[in-house]
């Protein structure tokens, strides 16, 4: 993460094109009652840059978890294949709901590889899922 922290003005702008949720693991900032972080997406390490093109909001835990990495392994097959990239991947295509919306799954070496790396079904992030689902909250749209 960079020293230098984002504008007030990109934040926003990064949070509401984001719809206040974490890119990785869907989680809503309103219902986590938290102030979500900005990840580059390719980390300033491996020559990422500080422009609302490479920035997304996420969750502590995901941005924390990822690191600097761009790329895991796919535990189906065994590649290495590229993190899921929020702007430039649509997240359904990558991802799907089980379990009434508390679980997530890969759909694809992307999907597979980045559920695994970034510890998307974190058991507490899954019975939290699942109190906001009871609650009417999640799934995200």
């Given at each position: 993460?960079?020293?230098?922290?984002?504008?007030?003005v990109?934040?926003?702008v990064?949070?509401?094109?984001?719809?206040?949720?974490?890119?990785?693991?869907?989680?809503?900032?309103?219902?986590?009652?938290?102030?979500?972080?900005?990840?580059?997406?390719?980390?300033?390490?491996?020559g990422?840059?500080?422009?609302?093109?490479?920035?997304?909001?996420?969750?502590?835990?995901?941005?924390?978890?990822?690191?600097?990495?761009?790329?895991?392994?796919?535990?189906q097959?065994?590649?290495?294949?590229?993190?899921?990239?929020?702007?430039?991947d649509?997240?359904?295509?990558?991802?799907?709901?089980?379990?009434?919306?508390?679980?997530?799954?890969?759909?694809?070496?992307?999907?597979?590889?980045?559920?695994?790396?970034?510890?998307?079904?974190?058991?507490?992030?899954?019975?939290?899922?699942?109190?906001?689902?009871?609650?009417g909250?999640?799934?995200?749209?």
């Amino acid at each position: 993460m960079s020293l230098a922290s984002p504008s007030p003005v990109l934040r926003q702008v990064i949070s509401q094109r984001d719809y206040y949720r974490c890119v990785y693991c869907q989680s809503q900032a309103e219902i986590a009652g938290m102030q979500f972080t900005i990840d580059h997406i390719i980390p300033e390490s491996l020559g990422g840059t500080n422009e609302e093109t490479n920035l997304c909001l996420a969750c502590w835990d995901c941005n924390l978890i990822k690191q600097n990495r761009i790329a895991a392994i796919d535990p189906q097959t065994g590649e290495n294949v590229p993190l899921f990239h929020p702007l430039q991947d649509e997240w359904g295509a990558h991802f799907s709901w089980q379990q009434g919306g508390s679980y997530l799954v890969g759909l694809t070496p992307v999907g597979r590889a980045t559920v695994a790396a970034l510890r998307l079904n974190r058991p507490w992030l899954v019975r939290a899922r699942e109190r906001w689902v009871e609650a009417g909250w999640h799934p995200p749209a």
